[in-house]
Every structure is written in structure tokens, then in C-alpha cells.
């Protein structure tokens, strides 16, 4: 028997019944009263006949299917939105006041006026601030009215986008809506600056758009 089964055993599968066969048969080999065969950590050892099947099963699963090819792991992209946005400020002269906020939950930044000037009433005028902004990426920076200004003396703030990209010296436009003229000194606060996030997506045109309830209605067409 054992020279019948020894040709044989350098087969997979025959291997595998030959173990099985050593394992449930003593009685054939008699010097073989245990035998033990490792394959990934799993033993066939007599008389655990069913140990003996699973080393079959792993033989034939090893010689039979390819080795698992492994995929690469996907790259994660980074996402280019900075955790903390920045607020940088570069003071253009000497008459420049750095933004400040006026309480720790203020939305916005204090700008200050770094010459004197004249609103006159029912105009406008730009006042400089003698400073240059940098803010992050996906940021802009707008110019704002403060409250009092425009409840006490009629003054209203216009064009107020600051772009990320931009560089150059910032000013405010004021515009006077009193009768009255009203004077501007260096070191007034003249408008704030909030910093806010934006999107900005890419443009596609469309022959038609889809249809809503409100449809073209606009211009108070809602009511008062």
C-alpha cells in the first residue's frame, strides 16, 4: 500500500488522501502512531479524522486557485480648506490702525480711517485705511457699515468684496445719505471687515432650467 501511495503523494489532491488515509489507518503504518502535518499552523493529528478533511481542503485551495493579488489602496485627496483660515495685515504708513473686533463674539473687524476727509451730504467719498489684507484661499473679506454710523449719522458703505488674490491698499466708500456734510478724522472707525467663506463652482450653461413655484417673480412680487 505504502509503495502504491508513495508515486502518488507528489499530486496535491493525492497528498491529501494519503494523509488522511496515515491518520485513520494505523494499522498499514505501523510505526506511524501520530503523524503531524503543518500547513499555515493547521495540524492533522490522529485519530481527528475531521482535522484531516481541513488539511485536505487547504491543499486543494493552495494548488488550485492563483495567489490573492492584493489592490493598492485608494488615495485619499487632500482637501485643500485650511483648518484655521488666516487674517493677515500689512500696514501701508504710520497713520494706519490694525482691524481690530470690539467684544470676543464680534463678527467683524474694525476698520479705521488713516486721513481726514469730507462726505459731503447726499455724496460720497473714499476714505483710505493704509493697509494691504491677505485672508485664505475659499475666503473673501467684505466691508461692512457699522450700526451707528448708519442709524446716528445716515452713513452707508459701498463695493465692499475683497478678493483673496488682492494686494493693493484698502479703501471704504462712504456714502452720505444726510443732509448734512460729515467729516471723517485718522483713527475713526469708519466700517468693519467680517471675513466669510465661499463657493465658488464651475459655470455651466444650460438651454433650460428647471422649473420652480416661484417661477420669474421678483422685484416685490411676493408682496411688501
Known sequence: MAGILAPLSSVPIFR??????????????????STTHSKKNTQINHPH???????????MNHHNHSPEVKQPAPKIQKLDHSAAPFFRVKKLSDKAILPSRGSPLSAGYDLSSAAETKVPARGKALIPTDLSIAVAEGTYARIAPRSGLTWKNSIDVGAGVIDADYRG?????????SDVDFEVKPGDRIAQLIIEKIVTPEVE???D????????????????
Open 16 to 33: 491529501a488522501i494519503t494523509l488522511y488515509i496515515i491518520a485513520i489507518s494505523p494499522s498499514i503504518f505501523p510505526s506511524s502512531k
Open 49 to 59: 479524522k475531521s482535522f484531516a478533511y481541513v488539511g485536505m481542503a487547504q491543499e
Open 169 to 177: 491698499p484698502i479703501g471704504v466708500i462712504l456714502f452720505n445719505h
Open 205 to 207: 450653461e444650460f438651454d
Open 209 to 224: 432650467l428647471d422649473a420652480t413655484v416661484r417661477g420669474s417673480g421678483g422685484f416685490g412680487s411676493t408682496g411688501v
